[in-house]
């Protein structure tokens, strides 16, 4: 009987196998490795792009705020221009009222009548002076609230003899009257302007 030793072919067999092992596993982990390689750049490029963009959309937004701070700014300083240009008119009409009032009242004030002082408090003015009589005041009230005056309404608050200094160089047979009166001004008149100071005398 013929006796066939298989053991090297056998042993050959397995040598193959585990050579197409290793092989197939080098093979399968390179593959593994390519692939995570090209996914890791793949992903890293998407992330440099997205950070590329979100630093340009930073940048964009930066300059946007330093743009709408310069508007707040120009905004803030046309506010106050416009504001400013509001109270130089205010302070213009009410130079101008008081001009027009110190104005209607020289004009309106009969000759032998002096004022001493004028003060607006609203849209009252009181009238303090001096007088050489009760008519020169009564002229006064009467042509101070005529058609076109900016008074509407004159009253009387006190007539009374004015101490003996106060004449002056008058001589000694006229005694000068010493007067105060509350003119009111008409509701167009702006009640706004400046109190007015003390006139010189007429």
């Known amino acids: 009987m013929m006796l066939v030793n298989f053991l090297p072919h056998r042993e050959e067999r397995r040598r193959r196998l585990r050579h197409r092992f290793f092989a197939g596993l080098a093979f399968s982990s390179m593959l593994g490795v390519l692939v995570v390689a090209g996914l890791w750049t793949v992903l890293s490029q998407q992330l440099a ?3 590329a963009r979100n630093a340009y959309l930073e940048a964009g937004i930066a ?11 120009l905004r803030a300083e046309m506010a106050e221009l416009e ?3 509001r109270v130089v008119q205010s302070l213009q009409g009410r130079r101008n009222v008081s001009v027009q009032l110190l104005t209607a009242l020289a004009e309106q004030a009969p000759a032998g009548l002096q004022f001493v002082a ?5 849209p009252a003015v009181a009238v303090s002076g001096l ?3 009760s008519e ?3 002229v006064l009230m009467r042509d101070a609230t005529a058609a076109g005056s900016p008074f509407y ?3 009387l608050v006190e007539v009374r003899a004015a101490p003996a200094s106060s004449g002056g160089a008058r001589g000694p ?3 000068l009257l010493e007067f105060a009166l509350r003119l009111h001004l008409r509701p167009e008149i702006d009640t706004a302007a400046p109190a007015l100071g003390t006139v010189p005398p007429r």
């Open 173 to 175: 047979e006229r005694r």
């Open 153 to 155: 309404r004159a009253e």
């Open 83 to 85: 504001a400013r240009g």
């Open 118 to 122: 004028v003060r607006q408090t609203g």
């Open 63 to 73: 300059r946007l705020e330093a743009q709408i701070k310069d508007i707040a700014g």
């Open 49 to 51: 792009t997205q950070a």
């Open 131 to 133: 007088a050489l009589s």
């Open 136 to 138: 020169h005041v009564s």
